[in-house]
């Protein structure tokens, strides 16, 4: 059975499932996660123009709309999608980061109740790893398998073509996990991966039985803006919002569409792929829950 889910509860009803009623779920062999940025149900689902890829899934797949995110800032929601709690985390500070502590990735570690973001808590990877089942982080631009830096390029270190903090780790949930940034240097390199290896593992079937997949911040629906950098295309920059949310539907038609022509999707078994957002829009977030849609 091959499956498109656009939803937003997967990944967090998969942890949770303590606190609902046992309901009988098919086993799949290859799921397949797209995480997408800070856009609100009504600015993805009210025009079909900027986002036809994404109404031609949810036309022909499914959507579900009782999608609500956790917390504001991303990096909560990401870690949520992992671990079924934001662990007090509400805002964007590095893994590394503890209370009080001076760092120029720690900028709001004086605020009352700031948690530590190294978290010790299981997680999903946890779970799966005692199930003998494989994982991947597959990050847009990373800049080295196993990377464990806040963002890629920057203003140092630019990289041609790129804007800054194309990669931005407050999208990778993974690292804050202990059983994750403390991996021996080989097994880190092969859990935290980039696009190239995501073609290359698609291209040969040899894929995880979950895969986490995030595009850079261009291609995210995120965007840039001109503080980052010379090289910030026009569809990138959160100025021109429907060139960027377009920008983004295309990102996960191109994604989708390489699934369903891997060796996974044609073979026999359960695989589906989940494309999500981890919360709506700043202009959305003081009115009512959180979320985009699914």
């Given at each position: 059975m091959k499956r498109v889910f656009l939803t937003g509860a997967l990944c967090l009803a998969a942890i949770s499932a303590a606190h609902a009623a046992e309901v009988p779920v098919p086993r799949y062999d290859h799921i397949f996660v797209?995480?997408?940025?800070?856009?609100?149900?009504?600015?993805?689902?009210?025009?079909?123009?900027?986002?036809?890829?994404?109404?031609?899934?949810?036309?022909?797949?499914?959507l579900a709309a009782q999608f609500y995110a956790?917390?504001?800032s991303s990096e909560g929601n990401y870690i949520a999608m992992l671990g079924g709690d934001t662990f007090g985390i509400h805002d964007d500070d590095a893994f590394f980061c503890k209370p009080h502590m001076k760092n120029e990735f720690c900028?709001?570690?004086?605020?009352?109740?700031?948690?530590?973001?190294?978290?010790?808590?299981?997680?999903?990877?946890?779970?799966m790893a005692e199930k003998g089942l494989t994982w991947k982080a597959y990050m847009e631009d990373i800049p080295g398998a196993g990377s464990l830096v806040p963002g890629w390029p920057t203003a140092n270190y630019p990289a041609k073509g790129l804007p800054y903090e194309a990669y931005a780790a407050k999208h990778n949930g993974f690292v804050?996990?202990?059983?994750?940034?403390?991996?021996?240097?080989?097994q880190l390199m092969r859990h935290l991966v980039g696009f190239r290896q995501l073609y290359a593992d698609l291209a040969?079937?040899?894929?995880?039985?979950?895969?986490?997949?995030?595009?850079?911040?261009?291609?995210?629906m995120h965007g840039r803006g001109a503080e980052d950098g010379p090289d910030v295309p026009r569809?990138?920059?959160?100025?021109?919002?429907?060139?960027?949310?377009?920008?983004?539907?295309?990102?996960?038609?191109m994604l989708v569409d390489k699934i369903m022509h891997s060796k996974v999707w044609s073979a026999p078994g359960n695989t589906a792929i989940v494309v999500t957002f981890d919360e709506n829009n700043d202009a959305e977030r003081h009115s009512g829950p959180q979320g985009c849609c699914g």
């Open positions: 797209i995480v997408e940025e800070n856009k609100g149900f009504d600015q993805i689902m009210k025009h079909p123009a900027w986002t036809p890829v994404i109404h031609r899934l949810a036309k022909e797949y499914g956790e917390v504001h900028e709001k570690s004086d605020r009352p109740n700031y948690a530590d973001h190294d978290i010790a808590a299981r997680s999903l990877m946890d779970q804050h996990f202990k059983t994750v940034n403390q991996e021996p240097v080989p040969s079937g040899d894929l995880p039985n979950y895969a986490h997949i995030i595009p850079n911040q261009c291609n995210e569809d990138c920059t959160k100025t021109d919002l429907p060139g960027l949310i377009h920008r983004g539907d295309a990102e996960i038609g």
